[in-house]
């Protein structure tokens, strides 16, 4: 094993704070921009534990107050739900969900279902 890669296993700095006394599970968040002003958005949960994961428009690279239709891309079905600045999914132990988010233009009439 070189020394860089003992330098970086043996990081005591970063072994703290995986073993923080808390003991929560960071998330992951993973989002880039797609064209037609679509966004993907991938959400890991590396916790054994069931958990929910927010995604904030403004982390994304979303306007505030977009409102985006959501399809799951694993279930190839469209949630029936509206978003608006946020993405708030339930997710699994050890598992990923992968969302792809379509900004809608809506009428008055058209109202989000949030």
């Known amino acids: ?23 929560v599970q960071a998330k992951k968040v993973w989002a880039g921009p797609l064209s037609g002003y679509r ?39 469209t949630l029936e739900k509206r978003f608006v600045n946020e993405l708030i999914v339930d997710v699994h132990h050890h598992a990923c969900k992968m969302f792809l988010l379509t900004p809608l233009t809506l009428s008055k009439e058209d109202e989000p279902k949030v």
Do not use: C, Y
Not at 1 to 18: P, S
Not at 47 to 73: C, H, M, Y
């Open 1 to 23: 094993m070189t020394k860089e890669t003992l330098a970086i296993l043996g990081n005591e700095e970063v072994i703290a704070i995986n073993q923080d006394p808390l003991g």
């Open 39 to 77: 966004t993907v958005v991938v959400l890991l949960n590396r916790s054994p534990e069931f958990r929910t994961i927010t995604a904030q428009w403004d982390d994304i690279g979303l306007p505030p107050n977009t409102v985006v239709e959501v399809k799951d891309l694993w279930k190839h079905t």
